[in-house]
């Protein structure tokens, strides 16, 4: 019983730790996202050429 319930224990941490590092993962890279075209869009603005694309 008490091996059953490590072992639960540890799935539910590893699920817990999965879910909070996606969800930071997804928030970072939005925001990231973000910032990387609101330059883009106020480039266009201003009549700037966009810079070339990452390769």
Not at 25 to 38: D, I, T, V, Y
Not at 44 to 50: I, M, T, V, Y
């Amino acid at each position: 019983m008490e091996r059953r319930f490590n072992l639960i224990h540890t799935i539910a941490t590893a699920a817990a730790f999965s879910a909070v590092s996606a969800w930071y993962g997804f928030m970072f890279g939005r925001e990231s996202a973000r910032k990387e075209l609101g330059q883009i869009i106020e480039d266009l603005r201003q009549g700037n050429p966009p810079p070339p694309p990452h390769s």
